[in-house]
C-alpha cells in the first residue's frame, strides 16, 4: 500500500545527489518503517492476548457466540475502512493523524487476532510465529539488498492475491478442505513474494523522491502497513497449514 508522492516530491528529485547523505537517509527511513510495522505488530500482540484473556472467562458458548456476533464483524471489518480513509485521503490528512490512525487500525487489528487463541493451542501459535518472523525477515532481507528489479513481480503477485480472495469466498460455501489448503499453500507463496517485492518498493520510493518531514512520515506509515499485513496474513496460512485446529 503506497502514496502517489509524484506531485508532492517532485521538487525533491531536482536537488544535487548526494549518495553518502542519501543513504545514511534510507537507512534511517527503512528503520522508520520496520520500527513502526514491529510497533503495530506488538500493539496487535498485546491487545490479542488481553482481549482473549478477558473474554476467555466466558462460558463457551459465549466464547462462540461472541465470535459469531456482528459486533466481532464490526471490529473484524473495521480496519478495512481505516485503510482506505489512509489510502485516499492520504495527502488531505497530516502525518499526526496518520500515526494515530495506524494505531487505531493496529489496535482493531488485535481484536481480530484473539480469535486464533480460540482456535489453535499455544504452542502452534508460538512455533509459526517464528517460522513466520523467519520468513519475513529473510524474504524482506532479500527484498531489500537484491540488484534484481522485483517491479515486474507486481502484477502477478496482485492477480494472485484477487484469485486467493475469490477461491475463499467461494470456499465459504464449498468448505472444502482441500481447496483451503491449496489456498493456504498459494497464499503462503503470494504474501512471501510480496514481502520482497514491498521491501524493495518503499526502498525504491525513497531513493526516487526523497522524501522529507511530514510526507517521510506519511510514507512510513504507509509502507509500515504493507509490511504489516505481508506479516499477518502470512502467519494467518502457515498457522492454517502446520497448526493443529482444537
Keep these: 500500500m503506497a502514496i502517489d508522492f509524484r506531485n508532492m516530491a517532485a521538487s525533491a528529485t531536482a536537488r544535487p545527489v548526494d549518495q553518502a547523505a542519501i543513504d545514511q537517509g534510507l537507512r534511517s527511513y527503512m528503520l522508520r518503517v520496520f520500527n513502526y510495522m514491529g510497533s503495530g505488530l506488538l ?10 484473556q478477558w473474554i476467555g472467562t466466558s462460558p463457551r458458548e ?7 456476533s456482528g ?11 481505516i485503510l482506505l480513509l489512509m489510502s485516499f485521503a492520504s495527502k488531505r490528512l497530516s502525518a499526526t493523524a496518520m500515526q494515530g490512525l495506524y494505531w487505531v487500525f493496529t489496535a482493531l487489528m488485535g481484536v481480530s487476532l ?19 518472523a523467519i520468513t519475513f525477515g529473510a524474504m524482506s532481507l532479500w527484498g531489500y539488498t537484491t540488484k534484481r528489479d522485483l517491479s ?10 484477487i484469485g486467493i480472495i475469490v477461491a475463499s469466498i467461494v470456499n465459504i460455501f ?18 512471501t513474494g510480496l514481502t520482497a517485492y514491498d521491501t524493495q518498493r518503499i526502498k525504491s ?11 517521510a512520515t506519511k510514507s512510513a506509515v504507509m509502507g509500515a502497513v504493507s509490511l504489516y499485513l505481508n506479516f ?13 485446529r482444537e
Design 232 to 244: 499477518l496474513n502470512l502467519f494467518y496460512l502457515l498457522l492454517a497449514l502446520f497448526g493443529n
Design 43 to 52: 500493539l496487535s500482540g498485546i491487545v490479542a492476548v488481553a482481549f482473549a
Design 152 to 161: 515486474g513481480w507486481g502484477s502477478f503477485l496482485f492477480m494472485g492475491l
Design 62 to 68: 459465549e466464547i462462540v457466540a461472541f465470535y459469531s
Design 205 to 215: 520510493e525513497f531513493v526516487t523522491y526523497r522524501m522529507e518531514g511530514g510526507i
Design 71 to 81: 459486533l466481532y464483524m464490526i471490529a473484524a471489518f473495521a480496519p478495512i475502512g
Design 114 to 132: 484473539s480469535s486464533v487463541f480460540f482456535r489453535y493451542g499455544m504452542g502452534d501459535i508460538t512455533r509459526v510465529f517464528f517460522i513466520t
Design 174 to 191: 464449498m468448505q472444502s478442505t482441500m481447496m483451503h489448503f491449496v489456498i493456504s499453500v498459494i497464499g503462503v507463496l503470494v504474501f
